[in-house]
């Protein structure tokens, strides 16, 4: 049942305005003034609205331009009543943004057709602003999952992929298998014969790979040269050689280039589920282990993965033990990077990087360090030594002059599934005194993939506490944005990958583009990560990006430095 507000103050017009609209089967409610009118627009959001023009006290228009002002209600529908047919009245209430007028005295018929024109007209909008998400959505999805190149998946969907045999792989003893395909030399036919022929080798290549397995079978392009596919489930290693063998037979013939005869040689990996690994990133870098190990030995071969392999595991065991005593040796330490607003030009907060300050390596960055972490568990305590101190260092900035600053804190998947994490966060918050709505966490798409109904759980805690939640690396994932919609969160960050060269990049920008404007209409804020040089920066300001991050503004600093550049209020410039 549609609701509608009459805001009338001659009780006569107001009441056999009610009486029809009853009869109608709307749900009519009333006000006797401007100023109870507007109270109950915002408690109930009515479908639409009717107000006469003359009242005293706040009239018809103050009515209007205040709904107008005001997000929450700016798009109901608003039809003026009025007694003077007066043409300037009628005019100023149109261009103030009415949606139509009625004159006193009017016909039942005159009233209903004017509601029903503008229930009809605010559906086909509705209507088309859905079907536009829509493209908007799948276009997005096309563009992310895709290559454009050669037309092949790519990365994003190996995952689904892998998810969708597993879960009708029912019998124990079969495994997949996870090929990686890397093109010996072609950099260097890249570079003799020319990028555009680089290109059509690389569809050449796609086309035979994608003949070679079957139908159920997934080819995708990984990055330049080098290729991924995910076999459906069989039961021996020695099915996966034969088809390795095939692929190599497929490509091992001329390629006609520009009139010119090409050979080329190639290598493969192979890593198997659930064998190697059990996630599809691991697998991948496992199955490109045995691929470098065959290509040194010779061109057009394949190769299983073995634990053997692992490269850097004794740097990594060197490390290790190294970072179960950091934490007691204070070696840490937390670097701010910059959030800067794009029509302020202003820093509006800050992303706490943590960095790990290795007496005799130096400084090592997280993504060398936070993956071991991950792995033996360390992550917790440095998580929580580092949201401590972004919290005490928050609140400090807070108490000398900065009260409006927020932070971001990045959480890792082991992190996130820790129980008690709302608790432990509210904890921290009160011993520092830092305000919960000071607070954004981070976290990716995959974390939030992991196990959807405890994620959705645990955001909701954390939400109802206050305490913003942003998706990182944006894009980077595995699902479409409006999948993720079921996530309670406020923010999307665009990852630096869609951000660079955004300016020149075709793909890139459409992707980004569409990013903007589906977070938009879904209400979210959107920051771009990773922004290097002026003409990104233009970019992402003429297409309605919120805020910005990256070296153009500010590299990450140690809050003494952050500090400093806060007090030199240093603003954004962007040029047109
Ligand atoms: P992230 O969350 O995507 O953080 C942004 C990274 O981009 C930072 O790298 C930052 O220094 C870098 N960056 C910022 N602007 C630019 C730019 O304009 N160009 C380029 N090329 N890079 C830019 P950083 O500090 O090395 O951190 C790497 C990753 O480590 C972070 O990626 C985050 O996932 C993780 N990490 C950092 N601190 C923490 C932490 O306290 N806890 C957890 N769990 N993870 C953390
Ligand atoms: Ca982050
Ligand atoms: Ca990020």
Avoid at 177 to 190: A, E, K, T, Y
Avoid at 202 to 213: D, H, I, N, P, Y
Avoid at 439 to 459: C, F, G, K, N, R
Wanted: glycine fraction near 6%; hydrophobic fraction near 40%; aromatic fraction near 8%.
């Amino acid at each position: 049942m549609k609701k509608i507000l009459v805001i009338e103050d001659e009780e006569f017009i107001r009441y056999n305005l009610m009486e029809l609209l009853d009869a109608e089967d709307f749900d009519a409610r009333a006000a006797e003034n401007g100023v109870i009118g507007l109270q109950l627009v915002r408690e109930e959001i009515p479908d639409l609205i009717l107000c006469d023009v003359m009242m005293p006290e706040l009239d018809g228009y103050a009515v209007l331009s205040a709904l107008r002002s005001d997000p929450l209600t700016a798009t109901i529908p608003f039809i003026f009543i009025t007694a003077r047919a007066d043409k300037n009245d009628l005019r100023k209430g149109m261009q103030m943004g009415a949606d139509d007028y009625l004159t006193k005295p009017f016909t039942r018929a005159e009233l209903l057709g004017a509601i029903a024109t503008r229930f009809k007209k605010q559906q086909a909008m509705e209507e088309r602003y859905n079907s536009t998400l829509k493209q908007a959505n799948s276009r997005l999805n096309r563009l992310i999952h895709y290559d454009s190149l050669t037309g092949l998946p790519n990365r994003l969907i190996l995952r689904e992929r892998l998810n969708q045999f597993l879960s009708k792989t029912t019998e124990s003893s079969q495994i997949v298998p996870i090929f990686f395909l890397d093109l010996n030399r072609f950099s260097s036919i890249n570079d003799t014969l020319g990028p555009s022929c680089g290109d059509s080798l690389l569809k050449e290549v796609a086309r035979l790979l994608s003949g070679v397995v079957s139908p159920e079978d997934t080819v995708a392009r990984l990055n330049a040269d080098q290729f991924a596919l995910i076999l459906s489930p069989i039961h021996h290693q020695r099915e996966a050689a034969h088809i390795a063998e095939a692929l190599l037979d497929a490509l091992s013939q001329s390629f006609l280039l520009n009139g010119q005869q090409v050979f080329i040689t190639s290598s493969i990996g192979i890593a198997f589920y659930p064998k190697d690994a059990r996630d599809i990133d691991t697998l991948i870098q496992l199955a490109e282990t045995a691929m470098s190990h065959g290509k040194n030995r010779r061109g057009n071969s394949y190769q299983y993965y073995t634990s053997q392999m692992q490269v850097g595991s004794k740097d990594d065991r060197a490390l290790e033990s190294a970072l179960y005593k950091s934490l007691s040796r204070n070696e840490f330490e937390v670097y701010y990077q910059p959030l800067v607003n794009l029509q302020t030009r202003q820093i509006v907060g800050a992303e706490a990087l943590v960095r790990w300050k290795h007496p005799e390596l130096g400084m090592i960055s997280p993504g060398s360090f936070i993956p071991l972490a991950e792995a033996n568990g360390l992550i917790i305590p440095i998580g929580e030594w580092v949201l401590k101190t972004a919290a005490k260092q928050t609140k400090l900035w807070h108490r000398s002059g900065f009260p409006w600053l927020r932070v971001s804190i990045n959480l890792s998947c082991r992190q996130f599934s820790q129980p008690g994490l709302s608790e432990k966060i509210v904890e921290v918050l009160a011993a520092t005194g830092l305000e919960p709505q000071a607070i954004e966490l981070e976290l990716t798409e995959s974390i939030l993939m992991q196990d959807v109904p405890s994620a959705i759980a645990t955001l909701g805690q954390l939400q109802a506490k206050g305490i913003k939640i942003a998706i990182d690396d944006f894009g980077t994932g595995y699902c479409s944005l409006s999948y993720l919609k079921q996530f309670p969160f406020t923010t999307l960050k665009i990852d630096r990958c869609f951000v660079r060269n955004i300016a020149n990049d075709a793909t890139n920008s459409a992707i980004t583009t569409a990013i903007i404007q589906m977070a938009h209409d879904l209400n979210l804020e959107v920051i771009a990560e990773g922004v290097e040089t002026e003409d990104e920066l233009a970019f992402l300001y003429q297409h309605g990006c919120d805020i910005m991050q990256g070296f153009l503004f500010s590299r990450p600093l140690p809050a003494i430095e952050f500090e400093q550049l806060l007090r030199t209020e240093k603003c954004l410039t962007i040029k047109n």
